[in-house]
């Protein structure tokens, strides 16, 4: 709901018995409107002086500071998270393979020679049984 459309349909209400409780709850409702918008104010001034302090910081920083924010806050972490994304993905890769190989070879050779000559007597028996003879 919009702030003109709150306001509107409280001046709507405002003053008739049978609205009584939708307008404890709009102006509930605006109260915490105005408090958002005072917040969000808050925050984008806050902001606004960090940003100050920091471009006031930059000018005083040594060489050795720049290097360190540089190189070891920024590089050095998207170089770990890169490696760390990467050796994520090789995991996965890896388990799904050990996963797929598992259930290639869960049966064993015997086994499914053993199942192989049990269906084909199956397969000679109702062959004989339609008049068929099979060698």
Do not use: C, F
Not at 22 to 37: A, F, I, N, P
Not at 56 to 76: F, Q, R, S
């Amino acid at each position: 709901m919009s702030k003109a459309g709150l306001s509107s349909r409280i001046r709507e209400i405002k003053g008739k018995r049978e609205y009584a409780e939708e307008l404890d709850v709009l102006q509930q409702y605006e109260r915490e409107m105005d408090r958002e918008s005072a917040l969000k104010t808050a925050i984008k001034d806050a902001a606004a002086a960090l940003d100050q302090k920091v471009n006031a910081k930059y000018p005083a920083l040594t060489e050795a500071e720049i290097k360190t924010l540089v190189v070891d806050e920024k590089w050095l972490t998207a170089i770990r998270q890169a490696i760390q994304t990467e050796i994520d993905g090789i995991s996965q890769r890896l388990t799904r393979r050990i996963v797929e190989l598992a259930e290639r070879y869960e049966s064993t050779l015997p086994a499914l020679e053993r199942e192989v000559e049990e269906l084909s007597g199956k397969v000679s028996a109702h062959l004989e049984k339609m008049g068929l003879i099979w060698k």
